[in-house]
């Protein structure tokens, strides 16, 4: 390699790290919600649900319809805590937010929670606004 095509190499190189997003380059790492939660009679209450949704970023009733499913009863929304119908360990409901967070919020190639849903030709999918991967989105 001769030293102008290093220079080339060099210049393009720079070129592509200034098209890269922002979130791509930044080092910060993801931490996972810590779920506070107890229960109340025969119902668990997760105190801090609104501030996990904002952190994660996704549509409340997506998260439900996960919730309901996994663990098979019904649960509401008041006041920004969730209400689950049944008494779960902050354990188990801290494992199903989780996995939640695994399926349906990280980047399946750089692993980070910058992602979004979009449409694409009818086919929901997550596109990663970190490092631009898209990944099908399982159906609940």
């Known amino acids: 390699m001769t030293a102008k095509d290093s220079m080339?190499?060099?210049?393009?190189?720079?070129?592509?790290?200034?098209?890269?997003?922002?979130?791509?380059?930044?080092?910060?790492?993801?931490?996972?919600?810590?779920?506070?939660?107890?229960?109340?009679?025969?119902?668990t209450i997760v105190k801090n649900f609104s501030s996990i949704i904002k952190l994660i970023n996704r549509d409340e009733k997506h998260l439900l319809k996960f919730i309901t499913r996994e663990i098979g009863t019904s649960c509401s929304i008041s006041e920004g805590r969730l209400i689950l119908n049944g008494k779960f360990s902050e354990k188990?409901?801290?494992?199903?937010?989780?996995?939640?967070?695994?399926?349906?919020?990280?980047?399946?190639?750089?692993?980070?929670?910058?992602?979004?849903?979009?449409?694409?030709q009818g086919v929901k999918v997550m596109k990663c606004e970190a490092c631009g991967a898209i990944s099908p989105v399982k159906h609940l």
Do not use: W
């Open 8 to 43: 080339n190499y060099e210049k393009m190189l720079d070129r592509l790290y200034m098209s890269l997003p922002k979130q791509a380059l930044a080092k910060e790492r993801f931490e996972m919600p810590v779920v506070e939660s107890h229960i109340e009679g025969t119902k």
């Open 92 to 120: 188990n409901v801290t494992e199903l937010i989780h996995n939640y967070i695994k399926e349906f919020v990280l980047c399946r190639e750089c692993n980070r929670p910058d992602t979004k849903f979009i449409d694409r």
